[in-house]
């Protein structure tokens, strides 16, 4: 198979068009022919190397993906060849307490396809069977490819996470983003008020047309003060924080008395300081969140299925164009998902 392959760290220019070892399907698992792939920030972190981390080598990235598949492991049932599906980017042990509950995410062996395995920048990819989520014929691959992570993430930081109720107020730290767009759609879909940031006045439209009620250029205004304003001088309720230091001070000053912020990511870095006696006199909750559980994206993905939230697919490139792909979405000049079609 053709695959794109990265055999030391570095810049795009370290990524390999090139041929690879087909993979088998093991027991209980399946082979995919990919037709997208979404593109995610660990694909960029992966290439240029994370700090204690061991990629193995050559590498071939890619959590996000959709296609048919094309060969079924030895006890797989449910499934057959050619069914188009999409996959759930969670991989977990499936038999400890945490995968049990519907809380794989929480597995010591989690890990994410494309970070430590081989994943969707190829032709083909080998999966678990139960990471196969069926795609009804109405969804096309490169809209279906762009929706698990980021969606799962959003879903689980929003409502696991933050415990997000009816009417309460969300700042969403840049919307233009995977997470953020799929942020602004279930957020503005469970009943809440929506405040998003974002970069210039094209994204600060594209927010508004997804959901948002509001929205900050966060390169022309003070985010915390202008959440502020915009809430009679209380704060929000949640914060959607991803960037990291960037943007964690003003993030913090944003949160009303018993505000939680809830974070999945240090795009900007991970230096982030809290006063505490900020912490506690507010009563303020500081929330990690990482992926979620396989439940999560199953009912995110009946809302997706549904039409009631869509993902956002700001462009796509030919596989063979990988690199390309990876000098676009540095340069943060997309709103939504970049997608690599096979």
Same mark, same amino acid.
């Given at each position: 198979?053709?695959?794109?392959?990265?055999? *030391?760290?570095?810049?795009? *220019?370290?990524?390999?068009?090139?041929?690879?070892?087909?993979?088998?399907?093991?027991?209980?698992?399946? #082979?995919?022919?990919?037709?997208?792939?979404?593109?995610?920030?660990?694909?960029?972190? !992966?290439?240029?190397?994370?700090?204690?981390?061991?990629?193995?080598?050559?590498?071939?990235?890619?959590?996000?993906?959709?296609?048919?598949?094309?060969?079924?492991?030895?006890?797989?049932?449910?499934?057959? =060849?050619?069914?188009?599906?999409?996959?759930?980017?969670?991989?977990?042990?499936?038999?400890?307490?945490?995968?049990?509950?519907?809380?794989?995410?929480?597995?010591?062996?989690?890990? #994410?396809?494309?970070? !430590?395995?081989?994943?969707?920048?190829?032709? @083909?990819?080998?999966?678990?069977?139960?990471?196969?989520?069926?795609?009804?014929?109405?969804?096309?691959?490169?809209?279906?490819?762009?929706?698990?992570?980021?969606?799962?993430?959003?879903?689980?930081?929003?409502?696991?996470?933050?415990?997000?109720?009816?009417?309460?107020?969300?700042? =969403?730290?840049?919307?233009?983003?995977?997470?953020?767009?799929?942020?602004?759609?279930?957020?503005? @879909?469970?009943?809440?008020?929506?405040?998003?940031?974002?970069?210039?006045?094209?994204?600060?439209?594209?927010?508004?047309?997804?959901?948002?009620?509001?929205?900050?250029?966060?390169?022309?205004?003070?985010?915390?003060?202008?959440?502020?304003?915009?809430?009679?001088?209380?704060?929000?309720?949640? =914060?959607?924080?991803?960037?990291?230091?960037?943007?964690?001070?003003?993030? =913090?000053?944003?949160?009303?008395?018993?505000?939680?912020? #809830?974070?999945?990511?240090?795009?900007?870095?991970?230096?982030?300081?809290?006063? @505490?006696?900020?912490?506690?006199?507010? !009563?303020?909750?500081?929330?990690?969140?990482?992926?979620?559980?396989?439940?999560?994206?199953?009912?995110?993905?009946?809302?997706?299925?549904?039409?009631?939230?869509?993902?956002?697919?700001?462009?796509?490139?030919?596989?063979?164009?990988?690199?390309?792909?990876?000098?676009?979405?540095?340069?943060?000049?997309?709103?939504?998902?970049?997608?690599?079609?096979?």
């Amino acid at each position: 198979m053709k695959a794109v392959r990265f055999h *030391e760290h570095g810049g795009p *220019e370290v990524l390999r068009y090139e041929d690879a070892p087909d993979p088998q399907a093991k027991p209980g698992w399946i #082979v995919v022919r990919v037709r997208a792939c979404a593109m995610n920030h660990l694909d960029l972190w !992966q290439r240029r190397g994370l700090e204690r981390v061991k990629i193995p080598f050559p590498h071939i990235s890619g959590a996000d993906v959709a296609g048919e598949i094309s060969a079924l492991g030895e006890g797989v049932t449910g499934l057959r =060849v050619g069914q188009r599906v999409m996959l759930q980017p969670g991989l977990s042990d499936g038999t400890c307490a945490r995968c049990l509950a519907g809380e794989d995410n929480f597995c010591e062996k989690y890990d #994410v396809l494309g970070y !430590q395995s081989d994943g969707g920048d190829a032709e @083909l990819v080998t999966v678990p069977a139960v990471n196969a989520i069926p795609l009804p014929d109405h969804i096309d691959f490169v809209t279906a490819a762009a929706f698990p992570l980021a969606f799962l993430t959003a879903w689980h930081m929003l409502h696991s996470r933050a415990r997000l109720a009816k009417g309460e107020t969300v700042l =969403v730290i840049a919307a233009g983003s995977g997470v953020g767009q799929a942020a602004v759609q279930l957020a503005k @879909l469970a009943g809440a008020r929506v405040i998003a940031t974002a970069g210039g006045d094209a994204k600060l439209e594209h927010a508004k047309k997804i959901g948002a009620d509001e929205v900050i250029d966060h390169y022309r205004e003070d985010v915390s003060a202008r959440a502020r304003d915009l809430t009679n001088r209380r704060g929000v309720d949640v =914060v959607i924080e991803h960037v990291g230091t960037a943007t964690w001070e003003r993030s =913090v000053k944003a949160l009303a008395r018993g505000g939680r912020l #809830v974070t999945c990511g240090a795009t900007t870095g991970y230096d982030a300081k809290v006063d @505490l006696r900020v912490l506690f006199a507010r !009563q303020l909750s500081l929330l990690g969140s990482y992926m979620g559980g396989k439940p999560e994206v199953l009912r995110a993905s009946e809302l997706f299925f549904r039409g009631e939230v869509r993902p956002i697919v700001d462009r796509t490139f030919p596989l063979s164009e990988t690199a390309q792909a990876h000098n676009y979405l540095e340069s943060s000049s997309q709103f939504g998902k970049v997608v690599l079609v096979v």
